[in-house]
């Protein structure tokens, strides 16, 4: 992560407890393929490859496309990606814990470039929105493959 990256101007989390073991909601997480199969605002994905870290991707989400690339992927624990539209990096990070009831996971997304900080307020607001409906959107998916 350099300088700029440590210090986005558009920073967000969300966590969510999942009935679900580590496994499972690595699954779901893993297949990139499949995210727009439970994840309505990713509306296509293409993925380069393995999951594994280099693997290239593009995502189809709001007012364009992303492209990404896999920065970490440590199964079931975690994975992240870096990736930019337009002049905004997109770095987000999701960890995945055992817990009593199944796992606890989190996301972590910054923006940074110029128009991260040019549109801060807005993107944050926006960001903590989108982040808070993938998790529980995961969090749904992931209790449904565990029942099936």
Do not use: C, Y
């Amino acid at each position: 992560m350099d300088e700029e990256q440590r210090h986005a101007p558009v920073e967000a989390s969300s966590t969510v407890e999942v009935g679900a073991s580590p496994g499972v909601v690595w699954n779901v997480l893993a297949d990139i393929d499949g995210w727009p199969d439970w994840n309505p605002a990713i509306r296509e994905v293409s993925v380069d490859g393995d999951i594994e870290v280099g693997t290239h991707f593009r995502w189809a989400t709001g007012p364009g496309t992303v492209t990404s690339h896999l920065t970490l992927v440590e199964a079931p624990a975690a994975i992240a990606w870096s990736g930019s539209f337009m002049t905004i990096i997109h770095d987000q990070a999701w960890t995945v814990e055992t817990a009593p009831t199944g796992s606890i996971v989190t996301v972590r997304t910054a923006l940074s470039g110029p128009l991260a900080r040019l549109f801060a307020r807005r993107l944050a607001k926006g960001q903590q929105a989108a982040l808070d409906a993938w998790a529980g959107l995961l969090r749904l998916e992931a209790e449904a493959r565990r029942q099936g």
